[in-house]
């Protein structure tokens, strides 16, 4: 049970991990970020959270962005980084004192002033956001904390980085927030597709099983008539890459057993 923390720019989650923090009676999910250009990641990511939020009692909201997601083109990565989230939420009012921003790969010697500086900068120049963008901001204005850019995987900066964000900020009931997980119109089409697919072979697998059912007798032969035999080839190539290997298991056992009768 632990967050892995990449002292580069690379995302290292991909599923969420689970954190217990026993002293504080805690527990914090690390989860997959926003801007994941890999399809199947975000749907993976939408279900995650969504399923997080639904089965905890109550929450707190940690956004993470870079400080050069601040820093550099105005806030732009920022920005999108804030619609996200806000995206996510029916509503935003009953987040305003649950949500911090923690600015990540922060450069040595810069403090909270500077960056909540920069980001209300943010805030003065883009006249162009949604009024629940720049509420969002405002919110997370409220509780700012920085994790300093690591040296290397193993030396951590010294921080009470978690004491700071859970002293600044108060839990929402699980029934006042209204998740509303997004997905980008390429993750929605692909969704469906997958759904359809889905479908289809669960039609196909069900489809055997009743035609078993119906011809017994040709479930217990050895031989190609068998029609777990015929539906093999198949069946076999909707299992996940890592695991096709089995086919080869499979046919030489068959192939055994049928020489051996």
């Given at each position: 049970d632990s967050i892995r923390i990449s002292h580069n720019k690379t995302a290292e989650t991909k599923i969420p991990n689970k954190c217990k923090i026993t002293d504080q009676q805690l527990v914090v999910w690390d989860c997959p970020g926003f801007n994941d250009t890999d399809i199947v990641q975000e749907i993976a990511n939408s279900f995650y959270i969504s399923k997080l939020i639904s089965t905890s009692k109550q929450l707190k909201f940690v956004l993470v962005a870079s400080e050069s997601d601040i820093d550099n083109n105005r806030g732009v990565n920022f920005v999108s980084l804030v619609d996200q989230l806000v995206n996510n939420f029916k509503t935003i009012t009953s987040l305003k004192t649950s949500v911090s921003l923690v600015i990540s790969h922060a450069t040595a010697g810069r403090k909270v002033i500077h960056l909540k500086k920069s980001v209300e900068k943010i805030l003065e120049e883009n006249k162009s956001l949604s009024t629940d963008t720049k509420e969002m901001i405002e919110y997370l204005l409220k509780?700012?904390?920085?994790?300093?850019?690591?040296?290397?995987?193993?030396?951590?900066?010294?921080?009470?980085?978690?004491?700071?964000?859970?002293?600044?900020?108060?839990?929402?009931?699980?029934?006042?927030?209204?998740?509303?997980?997004?997905?980008?119109?390429?993750?929605?089409?692909?969704?469906?597709?997958?759904?359809?697919?889905?479908?289809?072979?669960?039609?196909?697998?069900?489809?055997?099983?009743?035609?078993?059912?119906?011809?017994?007798?040709?479930?217990?032969?050895?031989?190609?008539?068998?029609?777990?035999?015929?539906s093999y080839d198949q069946f076999y190539k909707w299992l996940p890459d890592n695991i096709q290997k089995l086919k080869t298991t499979y046919t030489t056992k068959y192939y055994d057993k049928k020489y051996d009768s």
């Open positions: 509780s700012v904390h920085l994790f300093h850019k690591p040296t290397s995987e193993d030396i951590l900066p010294d921080s009470k980085l978690l004491s700071a964000i859970n002293s600044s900020t108060d839990f929402v009931l699980n029934d006042k927030v209204g998740a509303n997980m997004a997905l980008s119109t390429k993750a929605k089409h692909y969704a469906e597709k997958l759904l359809v697919t889905s479908s289809n072979n669960l039609t196909q697998v069900l489809d055997t099983l009743n035609n078993a059912i119906k011809d017994c007798n040709n479930c217990l032969t050895i031989d190609n008539n068998n029609i777990f035999v015929k």
